[in-house]
């Protein structure tokens, strides 16, 4: 049975930054492209981060390039997301999700697993 499961997500000033965690268990990141999502109240959920099944390739929302960066633990069989630079705008859940297959997609109906998700709440 898979589980991706979220952690790090937190109350966080405009300008800080944040480390989101994704444990995996069923499955091993390096063999799945993983992906983060995110769904701000009233918002559709919009794609943040993804990376490929070798970690060689990275995806990123325009919004959050150079802000964030998308990474594999795969000792601890763990993606992280660290965001930088925040705004407010960041506030949202933030989900992790997997997919089989090579390419880093962004629709989240290409994802066949996503965990519970976290909070992340940006202050102005």
């Known amino acids: 049975q898979v589980q991706l499961v979220e952690s790090g997500g937190g109350l966080v000033q405009a300008g800080g930054s944040l480390r989101l965690s994704c444990a995996a268990s069923?499955?091993?990141?390096?063999?799945?492209?993983m992906g983060w999502f995110r769904q701000a109240p009233g918002k559709e959920r919009e794609f943040v981060a993804g990376?490929?099944?070798?970690?060689?390739?990275?995806r990123y929302a325009d919004f959050v390039k150079g802000r964030f960066t998308i990474s594999i633990n795969s000792a601890k069989n763990t993606v992280h997301l660290q965001m930088n630079s925040q705004n407010p705008e960041d506030t949202a859940v933030y989900y992790c999700?997997?997919?089989?297959?090579?390419?880093?997609?962004?629709?989240?109906?290409?994802?066949?697993?996503w965990g519970q998700g976290t909070q992340v709440t940006v202050s102005s």
């Open positions: 999700a997997a997919r089989r297959g090579w390419l880093v997609f962004t629709l989240g109906d290409d994802y066949e697993y």
């Open positions: 069923g499955l091993t990141v390096s063999g799945y492209v």
């Open positions: 990376i490929s099944a070798s970690g060689s390739r990275t």
